[in-house]
């Protein structure tokens, strides 16, 4: 099974979403806890390729075009992680996929349950967002995991302090789908 993860942003390129109190950018959060993931899943004996990259589909030529190379490897899976923003209210997990009842939606789900189970955080659920260019340009099951809002106290300390918790349960959550997919 090859899983192709793709921390979001571009660490010194595109910092994403910032949290100035806690000084923290989601491109560093994101790559820390991709790392996690890639060991977690290596170890349970999944092929991972990670590319953090600030060219997606194809817009900044000097960098490795993300689904580009998730579809020419092939990958399986395609793992995005993410961040989320807005105001200090909001919070809580959700996992984005380009449509509903679909594998992609299948993972999605997996991935949501193993985050809210073990990390306590707000269920926001799987939602559509077919208009998302890691979802809509890549050739197998994609999802797309906004972790917790960075813009939230709560969260954000979660964000910073249990990396290790969320990647083994984003790395639950792939391996639970593997399984219920039957491979
Ligand atoms: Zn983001």
């Known amino acids: 099974m090859r899983v192709f993860i793709n921390p979001g942003h571009h660490p010194g390129l595109d910092p994403g979403a910032v949290n100035r109190n806690y000084g923290v950018t989601e491109a560093d959060i994101v790559r820390d806890v991709g790392v996690l993931v890639a060991d977690y899943l290596t170890a349970a004996g999944c092929e991972v390729k990670t590319v953090q990259s600030n060219n997606l589909a194809g817009e900044d030529a000097a960098y490795t075009n993300v689904c580009l190379s998730a579809n020419t490897w092939p990958a399986d899976i395609f793992v995005s992680l993410h961040c989320n923003a807005a105001t200090p209210a909001a919070q809580g997990t959700e996992v984005l996929v380009y449509s509903r009842w679909t594998q992609a939606d299948m993972l999605a789900s997996c991935i949501q349950r193993q985050i809210v189970g073990s990390l306590g955080t707000v269920d926001r659920g799987v939602k559509e967002r077919p208009r998302l260019v890691v979802l809509n340009s890549t050739h197998m ?5 906004e972790m ?4 939230n106290d709560d969260d954000c300390q979660m964000l910073i302090n ?12 792939i391996t639970d789908y593997i399984t219920e997919r039957g491979e």
Request: charged share 20%.
């Open 141 to 145: 099951p994609a999802v797309l995991v």
């Open 148 to 151: 917790g809002f960075i813009t």
């Open 162 to 173: 249990q990396q290790d918790e969320l990647a083994r349960a984003i790395a639950r959550g």
